[in-house]
């Protein structure tokens, strides 16, 4: 009923720059918080940034200490999308990306928490 579609993963030189994407779709009445995670090989999935549902002034955002000041955890709830805007990457920044969603569907109006697929990014040495 709800579907998670991830993009913008890919190769990159060290201090490049990606844009990750997820894009929910189904029977959505609102998104909730959103955030991404990152596994990498050997390693436990970890939080990298999340985002609140938000009121005035946007929602409140949350960043893993390796990443702050170089990621940038936004939201469009008009398309029910989150990115993840990532500068500055680091060779230890590579991993499989996911995005987190907690939404709010119809008809039941229960909420529900859906994983994407898992986009990959490598940050060569």
């Known amino acids: 009923q709800v579907q998670l579609v991830e993009s913008g993963g890919g190769l990159v030189q060290p201090g490049g720059s990606l844009r990750l994407s997820c894009v929910a779709s189904?029977?959505?009445?609102?998104?909730?918080?959103m955030g991404w995670y990152r596994q990498a090989p050997g390693k436990q999935r970890e939080l990298v940034a999340a985002?609140?549902?938000?009121?005035?002034?946007?929602?409140?955002?949350n960043y893993a200490d390796s990443v702050k000041g170089r990621f940038t955890i936004s939201r469009d709830n008009a398309k029910n999308a989150v990115y993840l805007q990532m500068d500055s990457l680091k060779p230890e920044d590579t991993a499989v990306y996911y995005c987190?969603?907690?939404?709010?569907?119809?008809?039941?109006?229960?909420?529900?928490?859906?994983w994407g697929q898992g986009t990959q990014v490598t940050v060569s040495s």
């Open positions: 987190n969603v907690a939404v709010i569907t119809r008809p039941k109006y229960s909420t529900e928490l859906y």
């Open positions: 189904g029977s959505i009445f609102r998104l909730n918080a």
């Open positions: 985002i609140t549902e938000g009121g005035t002034g946007g929602g409140i955002t």
